[in-house]
């Protein structure tokens, strides 16, 4: 497991789309796009479905994650962090995960899931196995 | 082949950073970011260096691509597209499809690469098979 260190967390704490990809039964790449949160040096995302990714990661754990970092290098080229690293699907939490995270990414009073009553999910997290990008953290 | 609508063209032809996904020799997933741009209904991007990505899409071509539009939905959430492909590697023409494309994403009078004398490199060609992600393309 790798630690973090603060400029990775700053990117992982705001609101910046990452990608994520799992890898399909015939070992092809899957992608999408989901928002995260941090559980210590974990990367955590929420999910209410049961989702292609979900799937793939529970059949291999093996994952990537890139994401885009709002700074950019002295002629403006933009910096990002790229994670390999091993997952779990937990049980449940779906909801309330996404619920902190739309806080982050869309803004503090939102309601979301926008549902009454949306299904149990689930919590993604991902142990963090290397890090690379361009930026601080790859340096 | 898949015929991309118009809604994906504007996404791949603005300044919009693509995350690539090539497979590595254990098939995990690799991860890096890219200018592209586009040749009829075929992704572009050019490359100075033998660099893994290159390497690993010489050995399996198949090849995931996402990119971030600057549009969002109603409630904020950010569009995003995803394509699955089949890359070929050209040798040469790397230089000047990077210029091309640093005039897109960093400005139209910047010159890239910075060196004199940069190396040849290469060019890559996706042809895309599946569109998918969120937003109009995906519908």
Redesign the interface.
Known sequence: MVVLPPSARAVLEGPN?A?V???DPD???????VWVGLDGDEVVFGSLGPWRKLRNLQRDP?????I?SPETND????Q?L?L?GTARVEPGGGPELLQELARV???PD?K?P?MDDPPPGSIVRITVDRI???GPWAE
Do not use: A, D, N
């Open positions: 789309l990608h990809v799992t890898l070992g092809g790449p899957q992608v999408s796009c093996r994952v990537g994650v890139s885009e002629i403006g080229m933009r990002y790229v390999q990414y869309l803004g939102v979301f926008p690379s990008g361009v």
